[in-house]
Nanobody, 120 residues
């Protein structure tokens, strides 16, 4: 019903910026979110945005550095990441759901992820 494909990851140095994109097929009326995963750790919430972009939510660890946005006309979700830190290194996933929540279990659709590596 909904397919999501992330892109924009790469290898950068601490303090650099990177913008991730998530191209969606199907309807774009869902709550959208970004999550990240490091091997050996739990997948964690990064940011979310309502269907119109009116409300956003961020994890404390990225507040003030990351910005989530969406362009529904282009069926695309973005995550602008500034002042990157080595701790931001992870595989980043976009997700779609029908509830404005930080809980990954309540998102229905997931992309395959894009790797972000931040060197010190």
């Amino acid at each position: 019903q909904v397919q999501l494909v992330e892109s924009g990851g790469g290898l950068v140095q601490a303090g650099d910026s990177l913008r991730l994109s998530c191209a969606a097929s199907g309807r774009t009326i869902y709550i959208m979110g970004w999550f990240r995963h490091v091997p050996g750790k739990e997948r964690e919430f990064v940011a979310s945005i309502t269907s119109t972009g009116f409300r956003t939510d961020y994890a404390d660890s990225v507040e003030g550095r990351f910005t989530i946005s969406r362009d529904n006309a282009k069926n695309t979700l973005f995550l602008q990441m500034n002042r990157l830190k080595p701790d931001d290194t992870a595989v980043y996933y976009c997700a779609a759901g029908r509830r404005f929540t930080t809980r990954q279990s309540e998102y229905d659709y997931w992309g395959q992820g894009t790797q972000v590596t931040v060197s010190s």
